[in-house]
């Protein structure tokens, strides 16, 4: 149909674009078995089909799946229990992995069907948890958002006193947070960190803790962006500099949103205070 031909010509021209710095996703093969996942998920998937971010939430996936392979001496056994694997093998990710562009005389064509498969698997159950972020005008991301500047509200409110009064709108920037889920804000290695303590907590890890995360991550830069106008700060959210960060930076926001997640979560009112306190 018309409708199957334009979500495949969509899904092969953001494939290519799917984290272009990293060489592991430059490599053809790799980019054959992103492109069909992604087209498969949309064709079962028509209440939100293929949406531009859903290639970006793979790419983690195909990362700690491979290095099951590389990592641990080519073992040819993919277990069944995916998300367990995931949360087994995100620590032992390597560099290696994600800058192995010529995979082509080890990756066989029986180990990239598994991690096709196992891909698949958790990309479907990931997106089940948070399908309304890609629906028709995506409320999910909508709705993370304003939760995110009301706790931010709560946590500092002279940043976002100052953001308003400069011009810049959560939704400039904090939009792209929740539709890719910070992998536009921090590296594979970061993200791959990140998501194991996702996935540890459980169905809302994705949608209720990352936005605790997020409150976490802008005010670990507030200092800095009280002191910028709108077009430095605006600059500066697009492209904050968390390129040299690894798990130990990630650790510290991870800490500060779980502390933030026991004071605030199930506390609506507290969010919503008409006197917001720091």
Partial sequence: TLQEQETLRQVLVDVPRTAPDVPLFRNDKIRQSLSRLLYIWAMRHPASSYVQGINDLATPLVAVFLS????????????????????????????????????????TQEILSNVEADVYWC????????????????????????????????????????????????????????????????????????????LSEG????????????????????????????DELFAFMQNIPTSDWGDSEVEIVLSQAFVLSTLFHGSDAHLTSASPRI
């Fill in 68 to 107: 099951e392979y590389f990592n641990d001496g080519n073992d040819s056994g993919s277990g069944s229990d995916s998300s367990s694997s995931v949360a087994g093998t995100a620590e032992n990710t390597t560099t290696s992995i994600l800058d192995a562009e010529q995979l082509d005389l080890e990756l």
């Fill in 123 to 198: 990309l479907t159950n990931l997106l089940a948890g948070i399908q309304d972020h890609y629906t028709s005008d995506q409320p999910g991301v909508q709705r993370m958002v304003m939760r995110l500047e009301e706790l931010v509200t709560r946590m500092d409110v002279g940043l976002t006193q100052h953001l308003e009064s400069t011009g810049v709108m959560f939704m400039q920037f904090a939009f792209r947070w929740m539709n890719c889920l910070l992998l536009r804000e921090f590296n594979l290695k970061c993200i791959i960190r990140l998501w194991d303590t996702y």
């Fill in 203 to 230: 169905d809302g890890g994705f949608e209720t803790f990352h936005v605790y995360v997020c409150a976490a991550f802008i005010c670990q830069f507030s200092g800095q962006l009280q002191g910028m106008q709108f």
